[in-house]
């Protein structure tokens, strides 16, 4: 079965760290991936995905995020982190870009 | 250029009751999807609406049960509500067969309260 794992359930960082949250997944082929950030009350917000290619991904507000095969990994980061990036991370897999398995997500507090 | 709109905001609710929530998809967009988020869990699948007709479903009893009209908006209707309905219904939309693969949009959701 399809499952998503994401290691840390609540991670703190102090503004202008770098920041890596990890993402791993158990799927029977290379599946879409996707990262999704979530302000309190708020939606979901795609920051990033993949589908193929090269597998060092940019998205938007400055994170990125890479696809290693040998281990099931897709693991976010940003170099410097500011304090509106406090939030909830959700890594997400899926067998097509519209349906889509979400791990139990990673909160991000940011420290001044 | 409208994102996805969903209604009520809020919506509470007595055990055993009904509920309906809705949603509209973002501009251009043909297909629904609904996922429930509890407190403190990422977002479930419930089910999957396109060209009218229920296309995939999650791991959610029948009690759970949606409708997409011919304008591409939808609903979800949950009966015999239990305690643990209450959630974050999110509702996501996708155009079927787009050639760039483009993810689908979230609205900011119907948070459900059961009493």
């Known amino acids: 079965a399809q499952s998503v794992t994401q290691p840390d359930i609540h991670i703190t960082v102090s503004e202008g760290a770098s920041l890596e949250l990890r993402c791993n997944y158990s799927y029977g082929a290379t599946p879409y991936l996707f990262w999704y950030v979530q302000s309190p009350g708020q939606g979901l917000q795609l920051l990033l995905k993949y589908f193929s290619g090269d597998t060092l991904v940019q998205g938007i507000k400055g994170f990125e995020a890479e696809f290693k095969r040998s281990q099931s990994s897709f693991n976010l980061r940003k170099p410097s982190v500011h304090w509106s990036d406090a939030a909830e991370y959700f890594c997400?897999?899926?067998?097509?870009?519209?349906?889509?398995?979400f791990g139990p997500g990673t909160s991000l507090s940011v420290i001044p | 250029d409208a994102g996805v709109t969903q209604s009520p905001t809020h919506l509470i609710k007595t055990r055993g009751q009904q509920v309906t929530l809705r949603c509209s998809p973002k501009?251009?967009?043909?297909?629904v999807s609904w996922y429930q988020q509890a407190l403190g869990q990422g977002p479930q699948f419930i089910f999957q609406y396109y060209e009218e007709e229920e296309r995939q479903r999650g791991n959610f009893p029948d009690r759970f049960s949606g409708h997409q009209f011919p304008n591409y908006s939808s609903e979800l209707n949950v009966n015999a509500l239990l305690l643990g309905d209450s959630a974050l219904y999110l509702c996501?939309?996708?155009?079927?067969?787009?050639?760039?693969?483009?993810?689908?949009?979230f609205g900011d959701g119907t948070r459900l309260s059961i009493l």
């Open positions: 501009s251009g967009h043909d297909t």
């Open positions: 996501a939309s996708s155009l079927q067969g787009n050639r760039v693969n483009q993810p689908q949009h």
């Open positions: 997400a897999v899926g067998l097509s870009y519209d349906k889509v398995i």
